[in-house]
């Protein structure tokens, strides 16, 4: 079984070789999102996507903004198809848990540790409208696992259906 979502992704970082214009007097300044192009920036994927893509309404929905601290500040509005492995044997009196789950495709946890922001994180538009579901509050979680190359970092959510 699979389910879409229309997210909102927001990223962010140090990286101490980006130097803010001393001239600035802002907190941040919005970047071309060319420049993704010329600067490093995570590696991140998720796991469990059947199919995704970058919304473009007119242009598309991606944004970049350096702050003054050297923290960027990258953001895309996707649209995910995520695959939901889903048992229906009590349906309709059974619970689905549906997970969103992001990782690293090539760095280990040594190299990049990813980490949920601890507040609003996800959450789920009030304009969701489906009767025969209820939608818990989604909650992170950390899923350290092994592989050939080292323990990688990957975030996922669980939401329960």
């Not at 600035?24 to 059947?50: C, G, H, M």
């Not at 409208?129 to 669980?158: M, N, R, V, Y």
Request: net charge negative.
């Amino acid at each position: 079984m699979s389910y879409i979502a229309d997210i909102f992704m927001y990223t962010t970082w140090q990286d101490l070789r980006l130097v803010y214009p001393a001239n600035k007097s802002l907190d941040k300044i919005s970047l071309q999102p060319e420049w993704r192009k010329s600067i490093w920036t995570p590696d991140v994927f998720f796991y469990n996507a059947i199919e995704g893509k970058v919304m473009e309404a007119v242009i598309p929905y991606v944004f970049l903004w350096l702050k003054n601290d050297s923290t960027v500040i990258f953001g895309a509005r996707l649209s995910l198809e995520l695959s939901c492995d889903m048992t229906l044997g009590r349906f309709p009196h059974d619970t689905q848990t549906c997970d969103l789950i992001i990782k690293s495709l090539t760095h280990t946890i040594s190299d990049m540790n990813l980490h949920w922001n601890p507040v609003d994180s996800l959450t789920l538009g009030d304009y969701i409208i489906l009767p025969q579901f209820d939608f818990s509050t989604p909650a992170p979680a950390i899923c350290p696992k092994h592989h050939l190359t080292g323990k990688h970092g990957k975030q996922s959510f669980e939401d329960k259906i």
